[in-house]
């Protein structure tokens, strides 16, 4: 069982930055390999975000692209989410997700974006975006 605590969300204001963080713990490293960040706004669903795998290899939703970078440090488990120029729109609830038995992008790269892909999820951090 693999558990997993985000955090580094906060309050910030529109063209700001933040960098949120997901911990893994539990489980080997092939279950916490590939990796996204969902996010959820009040009254909607869950939506993804961005996702990488164990080769780095990575994707994005057009509206994160070019201004979210995802990374992790595979010796400390952590995957990043670095957020610049935050908009009102992305205000919401940011969570971490894994996918067992998983190496590489190729493997769900049509898939990536359903929540059904993953197995494991964090609590959540909260983002806040003002304009």
């Known amino acids: 069982q693999v558990q997993l605590v985000e955090s580094g969300g906060g309050s910030v204001q529109s063209g700001g930055s933040l960098r949120l963080s997901c911990v893994a713990s539990?489980?080997?490293?092939?279950?916490?390999?590939?990796v996204a960040w969902f996010r959820q706004a009040p009254g909607n669903r869950r939506e993804a975000v961005a996702t990488i795998d164990n080769y780095d290899d990575t994707e994005y939703v057009d509206d994160v692209k070019g201004r979210f970078l995802i990374s992790k440090d595979k010796a400390k488990r952590t995957v990043y989410l670095q957020m610049n120029s935050l908009k009102p729109g992305d205000t919401g609830r940011y969570f971490c997700t894994t996918r067992r038995y998983c190496y590489s992008l190729n493997d769900y790269s049509r898939v990536w974006d359903q929540e059904s892909t993953y197995d494991y999820w964090g609590p959540g951090t909260q983002v806040t975006v003002s304009s």
């Open positions: 539990g489980g080997d490293s092939y279950s916490s390999s590939c």
